[in-house]
């Protein structure tokens, strides 16, 4: 094997140069350092510990946590002519025992192990006895619980750099921000790790995030509108909803296919291949797909549900525009979501401490919905990036928001939770100020209150922009053990006062209003009925007039 990193670049992975940081990683590496790469997905980080493991005498043993990732990257590599093979639990006995036995006779460049194996004595007394070159461990955010993809067996890896303290070691990870950063230093012992950061902005994506209408018709809409035949990812949150989700859009006509933990192997394989293979095709899928998902030409990646972090929306979107061409980063969002996601955090098995840890993260991703500012300059921010100029290109520099004057509606929205003793949800506290009187409102009396009608100037839709606005900016929260109960919190003092007036984004329904609702309804209990002609022939002409306007017949049943 050459020793030269550009020689190796060349001969076995047939690449004309090192890409970024690359080369300084690999020469640290080489020359037995311990580093701590933080590289967006996509920027190159296996080459980091693969040619140092090349050019060093022994094996590098790599940690990976999927199996699937695992294993392409094993073929990949053995298609290069490196000896590389994997240590996992898809492997029968016999297989197990031969990797073994090259791993103890150096006949291996590259050895991968899943973290669950690595520590079990069998492993540990073999790397005792076999040459090591380094150690990697690959998405190393796994050990963290600041990060989005907290795995319990990465914990143990701290155990590698008391056991062997002379192998080096190096951290791979695309998910960087501050406390996840500390965090995996301090796992895995690389306090004097040099650390390599490269820059996190994706130029070519383009951040736009709406308030949730209608969201499959906002989805259509976007679609297309903007991206007819693209290849792209639909996340959902729910496996239900995917496949609901995909079956909507396989009628609408998109090729759309789903992929969640619950289809079998043998179809998620399909489905991921098709995707890879096939043009314009769409997966509409949970968090489940994506990691170590290499297709260059994804144009966009829209969210039907709010990730539950930051780092998962910035993991998520970069999935666009691999290729460098301009991709796009469409989401919507709603109140509803956050209280989902705030469930599923309570109802968790985890400890208070990580739940904590979800709850801030949870609000930063909501604070960065209702942003006024660069959205663009809010994520690196959020990722320790300091940029100075906004980008030009998201949907707040594009079209800045409008804003209002949003101290009274404020003034009155936290009046009345406070009014209604704090135990309701937003929905309930927009009727009484909208002054909507139903029998719930008067059983409870919520009509003699004196908040109730204040607030007739805003509509519905409104109200709950104020409400997820006030939360997001923190003088709310939502109280998920109370059914959603918005609580007032210590800050909102001050706006109760009057000493702070509140800016607010006017939100702009232009697209939902041009993605939905144009549908003619007509409702039959009789076929006979004169109407069902006269509406089939409004709907003929329609139809005619604009191909893309979507139009219901409702028959019901006589009653
Ligand atoms: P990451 O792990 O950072 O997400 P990978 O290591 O999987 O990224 O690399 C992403 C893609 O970039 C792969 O297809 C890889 O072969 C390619 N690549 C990496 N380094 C170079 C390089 N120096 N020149 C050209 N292509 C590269
Ligand atoms: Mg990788």
């Known amino acids: ?126 790397i005792g006895r076999a040459e090591v070159s380094l150690f990697a461990i690959d998405e190393a955010h796994c050990v963290s619980q600041w990060g989005h993809d907290f795995r319990a067996d990465y914990w143990q890896l701290s ?22 950063r500390n965090e995996i230093v301090e796992r895995l012992g690389l306090q004097d790790a040099k650390v390599f950061c490269s820059g996190f902005d994706r130029p070519n994506i383009r951040y736009r995030i709406s308030p949730k209408q209608d969201a499959r018709r906002q989805l259509v809409h976007f679609l297309r509108s903007e991206h007819p035949g693209d290849a792209g990812i639909v996340y959902c949150l729910s496996r239900k909803k995917v ?73 998520e979107t970069g999935r666009a525009g691999r290729d460098g061409l301009p991709a796009n980063a469409w989401m919507v969002y709603g109140l509803q979501d956050v209280i989902t996601l705030r469930q599923m955090v309570e109802a968790s098995e985890a400890d208070e401490l990580h739940k904590r840890v979800e709850r801030y993260k949870l609000d930063s991703m909501l604070g960065f919905c209702e942003l006024t500012g660069c959205r663009r300059q809010a994520l690196l921010r959020y990722f320790g990036e300091i940029s100075d100029k906004p980008c030009g290109n998201c949907d707040n520099c594009l079209n800045p928001p409008d804003t209002w004057d949003g101290t009274d509606a404020a003034r009155k929205a936290l009046s009345c939770v406070y009014r209604t003793g704090q135990r309701f949800g937003a929905h309930h506290i927009i009727d009484v100020l909208r002054g909507k009187s139903n029998e719930r409102i008067q059983r409870l009396g919520h009509d003699r209150l004196s908040t109730f009608g204040i607030g007739q100037e805003l509509d519905e839709k409104q109200w709950l922009s104020v409400f997820r606005q006030i939360i997001a900016q923190g003088y709310l929260t939502v109280d998920w053990e109370a059914h959603g109960a918005l609580r007032l919190t210590e800050d909102c003092r001050p706006v109760l006062r009057g000493e702070v007036s509140l800016s607010l984004r006017k939100d702009s329904y232009k697209e939902a209003a041009s993605a939905g609702r144009r549908h003619i309804e007509a409702r039959f209990s009789n076929p006979d009925d004169d109407r069902l002609w006269q509406a089939l022939r409004a709907l003929r002409r329609n139809l005619a007039e604009q191909q893309d306007v979507p139009a219901y017949v409702i028959f019901q049943d006589a009653v």
């Open 159 to 180: 155990l590698l750099h008391e056991r062997f303290p002379g192998i080096p070691r190096i951290g791979l990870t695309a998910t960087a921000d501050e406390r996840t």
């Open 1 to 126: 094997m050459p020793k030269d990193p550009v020689q190796v670049l060349r001969s076995v992975f047939g690449y004309e140069r090192f890409r970024g940081q690359q080369r300084a990683v690999i020469d640290h590496l080489t020359a037995g350092g311990d580093a701590l790469v933080l590289m967006p997905t996509g920027g190159g980080k296996s080459l980091c510990y693969q040619i140092p493991a090349l050019i060093r005498p022994g094996t590098g043993v790599v940690v990976s946590p999927l199996i699937a990732l695992m294993q392409d990257q094993v073929e990949t590599l053995l298609q290069l002519g490196v000896r590389a093979a994997f240590l996992n639990s898809t492997l029968p006995y016999d297989t197990q025992r031969q990797v073994e036995q090259s791993f103890l006779d150096g006949q291996l460049d590259l050895l991968y192990v899943a973290p669950e194996r690595l520590l079990t004595d069998r492993v540990q007394a073999l």
């Open 243 to 315: 496949e609901s989700t995909a079956e909507w859009l396989r009628a609408e006509g998109f090729s759309a296919l789903p992929y969640h933990a619950g289809l079998s192997t043998d179809e998620r394989q399909k489905n991921q291949r098709r995707f890879l293979m096939e043009e314009g095709v769409i997966v509409v899928a949970t968090i489940a797909f994506g990691m170590g998902i290499d297709k260059p030409n994804v144009r966009f990646v829209a969210h039907l549900d709010l990730p539950k972090s930051l780092e998962a929306y910035y993991q």
